[in-house]
């Protein structure tokens, strides 16, 4: 039978890099560490660690088996937590994963509410360049739950948001600016202002384009979201961004995409969510800003 302790032993070898460090850091002994690092691998059938002359590695069951036993001490951390917020939702931690640009643009609001009411809960947040990594870090419990787009058959509850708008960003003194939406390939032969290669926002941009026909030129790529249309605003190149990251009284011409771009959001959870999550995931829906007020949507009949 497999053990949380002995999860948490496999875990803290492979963080520290060392039976030696890990025996400190647990205040064990190192025999004691190794034999239940033994019986651990008789339970599951093979070995997990390779030990070198001065470091441990995984083996392939070895590197199989970490992501889930780190959500598995997750989950028993939250099982503590659930069974002591049974009393009410006045105190604890909510541990959420999402992207860079939902944390600018779609959570404050959200964000703001929730902090009235519930003033003793702290939010810790886990932020990501792409989905692919958000979703990893939701198998491995690191969070209780992740706001971002969601995942294809995902084995837990999924809650959708709706669906945010992308806009285009361009120089208030742009040939352009006096439209309200653009066709993309009407901006072929531009540079654009892109995203660093891992951003999930750079997936976006060059799927977009090159549904329209063509591969974008870029002339500055940023790692930051926020970065992106002030960079348009100052004349460097059109770009393509989130419609709520854009704020009010913004200096740049913010152009709506034809036809329009859009991207499904959700908060999702590995297994069904606690009291407190549940009453977080409910603020979410009712609260998150998908879409910003001061913009003009698309017409709901636009594809």
């Known amino acids: 039978m497999v053990t949380l302790r002995q999860l948490e032993y496999l875990v803290t070898i492979v963080d520290e890099g060392s039976f030696t460090r890990a025996a400190e850091l647990l205040h064990v002994t190192q025999p004691a560490l190794s034999h239940q690092v033994r019986a651990l691998e008789r339970a599951v059938g093979g070995p997990l660690l390779e030990r070198l002359p001065r470091a441990v590695r995984l083996t392939s069951m070895g590197r199989a088996m970490v992501p889930y036993a780190r959500a598995t001490l997750a989950d028993a951390d939250r099982a503590v937590t659930a069974a002591r917020q049974v009393g009410g939702l006045a105190s604890g931690e909510i541990r959420l ?51 971002g787009p969601p995942p294809a058959d995902w084995y837990g509850t999924v809650r959708s948001l709706g669906q945010e708008e992308f806009v285009v960003v361009l120089a208030a003194d742009d040939p352009l600016a006096d439209r309200t939406d653009v066709n993309l390939r009407s901006l072929a032969d531009r540079a654009w202002v892109h995203y660093a290669p891992g951003n999930g926002l750079a997936d976006i941009l060059d799927q977009t384009c090159a549904e329209a026909g063509f591969q974008p030129r870029a002339a500055v790529r940023t790692e930051q979201t926020a970065a992106a249309p002030m960079l348009a605003a100052a004349g460097l190149g059109p770009t393509l961004v989130p419609a709520n990251v854009i704020p009010p009284r913004f200096a740049g011409r913010v152009l709506r995409p034809d036809p329009p771009v859009r991207r499904e959001l959700a908060a999702y959870t590995r297994a069904e969510p606690d009291p407190l999550t549940a009453a977080f995931i409910e603020a979410l829906v009712a609260r998150a800003r998908v879409h910003p007020r001061h913009l003009p949507r698309a017409e709901a009949g636009d594809s």
């Open 97 to 147: 994963a999402t992207l860079y640009s939902v944390t600018l643009g779609v959570l404050p609001p959200a964000l703001r509410t929730w902090r009235r009411s519930h003033g003793g809960v702290e939010i810790r947040l886990f932020e990501h360049r792409h989905a692919d990594e958000l979703r990893a870090a939701m198998t491995a419990g690191q969070a209780d739950l992740a706001v």
